[in-house]
């Protein structure tokens, strides 16, 4: 069945499958970069929130601010994310909008879910030898403060109410529904 001419792009029409391929990958990796170098934070991040809660010991309020900092991280690369897809997409070349709506959401939705979900397991992971070192233990610090389950009950709780409060505050609707 034919697409309705108005979801059409018709000036992407005549782009050829080599190019579209070409920039859909460049979009993926771009992706992949902007997730790795949240990563890279986010495990120094743990570094550092590991390295307090060895001298200052799990109960110290600085390692809980570690914990919020990180999922402010999260938060705001998710954020920087969701941009930066959106924007790029838009040079993929897709021939309708709904390919490119398609292609937005599925994109967005792994490459949120892989930073919010899995990366602080993941950074927990790479620090687990380090863990392993200084206190003899089995490693990764699961429940403890400044653990991976703190860690992610912030990250969780910012990504539930920051959203619908930001759209709430957000100065532009509100000026729009005083006009109103």
């Known amino acids: 069945m034919a697409p309705e001419p108005s979801d059409m792009i018709w000036h992407n029409l005549g782009t050829g499958t080599k190019q579209k391929s070409k920039l859909r990958l460049k979009t993926n990796l771009i992706a992949l970069l902007l997730i790795g170098v949240g990563f890279g934070l986010i495990v120094l991040l743990n570094f550092g929130q590991a390295e307090i809660s060895f001298s200052a010991g799990e109960d110290s309020s600085a390692v809980q601010w ?12 998710n954020s920087f994310l969701r941009m930066s897809i959106q924007a790029l997409s ?9 390919g490119y709506f398609q292609t937005v959401t599925i994109k967005l939705t792994i490459a949120q879910l892989i930073n919010t979900a899995f990366s602080q397991l993941f950074a927990k992971l790479v620090l687990s030898g380090y863990y392993e070192d200084k206190t003899g233990s089995d490693g990764i610090n699961f429940y403890g403060a400044g653990g991976l389950l703190a860690n992610m009950y912030f990250v969780f709780l910012l990504s539930a109410f920051t959203p619908p409060l930001s759209t709430l505050f957000n100065p532009f609707f509100l000026w729009k529904r005083y006009n109103r």
Request: charged share 20%.
């Open 66 to 77: 570690f914990s919020f900092l990180s999922s402010v991280l999260i938060f705001l690369i």
């Open 90 to 98: 838009k040079h993929e070349k897709r021939s309708n909008f709904t």
